[in-house]
């Protein structure tokens, strides 16, 4: 019989589909999981998810811990990170015995997500396993797992050694054992409204609520004795929050960054390491008088001597007033405070000036500026801006700055999105990696002689930039300077230029002269 060429083509196309289709990096399909070979080439990876349109989700998904492949049978030992990452039509989860491994993310936004069975074969499981998983009420780990259990239908993980919380969900009760909760342990926990941590529990991890939006309302033991960095990040909904007594250790950052509705903080009066002195909403260390943490309606009281590492992070504030108790500011300490519209800083302070109409944070000697806002006017005189100054704040569209200024630091302007345009004076000798990056608006730039080298990411991630001028005088533009600048069609390189990095000019249409 005869066959034609179209139905020879049509065979083949029909072997391939049905059969186990390979993709690029050696990686291939079986009924819509994505396999790959790990190192030892008898054992795979699943890296990846497709909707099999002929699977009934409404049964469980079993991930399989064996698959055919031409002909051989593979082990499957790991779930790589967010293999089924926004799979929506996944109702319910069974990891089949063998698997070893899951790792971070895995189910993130499978929103319609309701049950979860662990194997006893799993002996690593990586952060953010449930996030935004909204309906997930039942998370299962076999009774004979030796590492982790689900005691007392708590629907979490938990560490069976160490009695730690490792991954949680909105349905999860935290049991009366527990000791700790782990780092993300309740990532994107959105639909929980309110929780209270029994007593027993002694440690509550960095983010270890971060992004739990809708949560309400916490109730912490006095068991408890150390919080980590970031542990209530993104808890939009808290409206206050009380520190037991015994609460010895808070990690560095502001524990509230994003909770943009907390407006009571309030430590308890028998804590013998930290205090929330003259009311003022915040967390203050005894030991020497250090904000280290802090909400929108948060004062700097008269007896604060110290403002920490990123102790307003996240915090929306529209005025910044510095008593004259204050000696010492970090640049990290308002990051991400995009809002800041006054600066004042008392006339008896030892160590900083606000001169009049600056609205900026100045050195006693008014030659570093610290802090800007959205309405700082640079002083003349100011010779350096220091590291992220004016990060995310600086509001209008030209950026000019007094002949006084010699250096601009790393991060001093990043991230302010509203510039267009950057004349930088001929004083300034030095411009810091990462200076204006991201800053997606950013437009046309001019560089002076006196700048001979354009430092690290200086401009990377300003998408729109496409007009920078470059004189004589320059003599190296480094890694990643441009990365990402999409609009930067041509740039003319100065004869007195003798190093540019490979990637200076990364992920950009630049074309040299």
Known sequence: MKVSRTRIALLVLIWIVTSFPAFANGTFCVNGFIYKALKDSSSLALTGYQTFHDADYSQPLHIPATVMYKGKAYSVKRIESETFKGHTEILSIVIEEGIEMIGENVFEYCTNLKSVYIPASVESIKEGLFGSCYNLTSVVVATNNEIYDSRDCSNAIIDSDTDELLVACSSTQIPPSVKSIGDFAFYHCNTMEELVVPEGVERIGNFAFFGCSNLKKICLPKSLTELGADAFQGCNSLVSINIPENVIKIEEGNIFAGCNNLTSVQVDGANPNYDSRSNCNGIVRKSDSALIATCRTTQISSDISILGDYCFDGTIIHSVRIPESVVYVSTNAFSGCNEIDEIIVSPNNPKYISPKGSNALLTKDGKTLLLGCRTTAIPY??????????????????????????????????????????????????????????????????????????????????YNLSTVSLTEGLEEIARHAFLNCKNLKHVYLPASVTKVDNSAFENTPFSEE
Do not use: W
């Open 381 to 462: 005189g100011v010779e350096k801006i220091e590291y992220n100054a004016f990060m995310g704040r600086y509001s209008k569209l030209v950026l000019r700055m007094p002949e006084t200024i010699k250096e601009i630091s790393p991060f001093a302007f990043s991230h302010c999105n509203v510039l267009h345009e950057v004349i930088v004076p001929q004083s300034v000798q030095l411009i810091g990696p990462y200076a204006f990056e991201g800053c997606t608006n950013l437009v046309a730039v001019q560089i002076p002689s006196s700048v001979k080298k354009i430092d690290i990411s200086t401009f990377s991630n300003c």
